[in-house]
């Protein structure tokens, strides 16, 4: 502290370095304004429709009833666990959904990737734009709408594949929707259609940015073009797709609740009700609706999904040195 009792190193109100940076932040904003209003939107989505049901979670330990407010009316600690872990059809879900989960994955993740390397090796530009085009659409279209038109294509009436069997054969139709061994190669052909071109939007588009001069140095030195891709193309946007595999991976056990509830039959329950379903199936469907029940197996759900997407993201540092944190 100096003689006039002003302490030393603390900042002083009218320091014209703290003015300056005042007064350029203020301009900042001033010219920029119209980009924090538009940041609004998203941030007001995220904060009222993911952080603010976070609070909704305190119901996987205490019991619910209804009109008695929000957050139940007895701590139960964690008998609701212990409930659905004992349950033999919740262990059925989690392997359905585990199950189908993989397949997806395993199938459905490198296509996009291949799709938009050989969209890239396209020499007509135009005939490129029109697969750009074909491809991206399904991902427009309805999931309720996809399913009706699955569901009149296979009906064992009027169906156009079971026509064209009998027609070819003479066997009777079969109602491909309603058998337990079809769903899961049915929902697995069905997500590869509508959403393959959409996927891989992000990889042509980090495609795009390879730099040409190393696809030159390539040529010059005598490589073919499946070298190139190989050698050149999957090398650069590699951080691409192991980002996205991370992100898959975090999403793992949300399969599409829609699509898997419309294809549901009690005929094909036995592969088709995962952990979605089952949720829906002790909730909002039952009879006696178990709240507290259902919010703590989405809540395990929740905790298997973080899990998988931090194992993934340190696998990835480890093999690849890639990682989104």
């Known amino acids: 502290m100096d003689a006039g009792g002003t302490q030393k190193g603390a900042p002083m109100k009218n320091d014209p370095l703290i003015h300056r940076r005042r007064l350029k932040a203020g301009r900042y904003f001033a010219n920029n304004w119209q980009l924090y209003v538009m940041m609004l939107v998203p941030l007001v ?18 019991r ?26 919740f262990w059925r879900a989690f392997r359905n959904t585990l199950t189908l989960a993989a397949m997806n994955l395993v199938i459905n993740f490198p296509i996009p990737i291949m799709f938009a390397i050989l969209l890239n090796e396209l020499r007509s530009l135009k005939f490129k734009k029109l697969v750009q085009t074909v491809s991206y659409m399904p991902r427009f279209v309805s999931t309720v709408v996809v ?20 027609q070819l054969t003479g066997q009777p139709g079969v109602f491909y929707m309603n058998e337990a061994a079809y769903f899961r190669p049915l929902y697995i052909l069905t997500d590869m259609w509508q959403y393959t071109g959409w996927s891989a939007i992000i990889y042509l588009a980090a495609i ?9 140095a390539g040529r010059i030195d005598g490589a073919s073009r499946v070298q190139l891709i190989w050698y050149v193309t999957l090398p650069t946007i590699l951080p691409t797709i192991m980002v996205m595999f991370i992100l898959r991976v975090g999403h793992l056990l ?12 009690p005929s094909n329950s036995v592969v088709s009700d995962i952990i979605d379903t089952y949720v829906y199936r002790m909730s909002i469907a039952a009879t006696a609706p178990q709240y507290s029940y259902a919010t703590a197996i989405g809540l395990f759900s929740g905790v298997i999904g973080l899990i998988l997407v931090s194992s993934s993201n340190l696998l990835s540092r480890k093999l690849t040195g890639e990682s989104i944190y």
């Open 45 to 62: 989505y995220f904060l009222l429709f993911k952080y603010v049901p976070m609070f909704g979670n305190i119901l996987a330990f205490r």
């Open 64 to 89: 619910f009833r209804p009109l008695t407010g929000p957050f139940g009316v007895r701590w139960e600690g964690l008998r609701y666990f212990n409930q659905f872990l004992s349950q033999p059809d």
């Open 147 to 166: 399913i009706s038109i699955l569901t009149e294509m296979l009906s064992p009436s009027s169906g156009m594949l079971n026509r064209l069997i009998q």
């Open 254 to 265: 949300s399969l599409g609740f829609e699509k898997v509830l419309l294809m549901y039959t």
């Open 208 to 216: 795009t940015g390879i730099n040409g001069d190393l696809f030159e």
